[in-house]
């Protein structure tokens, strides 16, 4: 079983939808990450969040740190939206290195 | 102010021949990263340097791979030889400190081996 676990894989919404992917993970963590990632590869960061909830534009993720969840959302979708988004998990201590998700496909259809 | 350079952005090589990626970090940025990542998947990390040490690399394949980073600031990681497995986009972020929490991102290199 992966550290962590998204869905859906895929996501297939109408412009204007309300959109929402899950993250679930295994290890202690320091902080948890949302990554945007477009057809070519290049990987942004959306956010970094250790507890409660953020919120940047049309963007909110939140976290529950005793259920070892998050949830990133996006109100009103555009077909700009359409990318991959990744979850990573910050380990606790050490290294602290990032274990990523496989990643949320979304496409936004106009 | 310019991001994480990388080059070349494609490269397709026949297998058992080498191959380097090369990347440039952004500047003032001591901590440097060479993540790999498969078709469908999350990035994995390979290395990953504070200025010109390789303070992890126990997922970097020794026998084939090798990476540096002299002067602490540019970076280069080697495949010889390729193999058909080694298919994958090879990214690079830095951050600022040695911290996981503000990286940046690469546009990064897909490698097709044949």
Known sequence: ?110 | EAGVVQSPRYKIIEKKQPVAFWCNPISGHNTLYWYRQNLGQGPELLIRYENEEAVDDSQLPKDRFSAERLKGVDSTLKIQPAELGDSAVYLCASSLVSSYNEQFFGPGTRLTVL
């Open chain 1, 1 to 110: 079983k992966n550290e962590v676990e998204q869905s859906p894989q895929n996501l297939t919404a109408q412009e204007g939808e309300f959109i929402t992917i899950n993250c679930s993970y295994s290890v202690g963590i320091s902080a948890l990450h949302w990554l945007q990632q477009h057809p070519g590869g290049g990987i942004v960061s959306l956010f970094m969040l250790s507890s409660g909830k953020k919120k940047h534009g049309r963007l909110i993720a939140t976290i529950n740190i005793q259920e070892k969840h998050s949830s990133l959302h996006i109100t009103a979708s555009h077909p700009r939206d359409s990318a991959v988004y990744i979850c990573a998990a910050q380990r606790q201590g050490g290294s602290e290195k990032l274990v990523f998700g496989k990643g949320t496909k979304l496409t936004v259809n106009p």
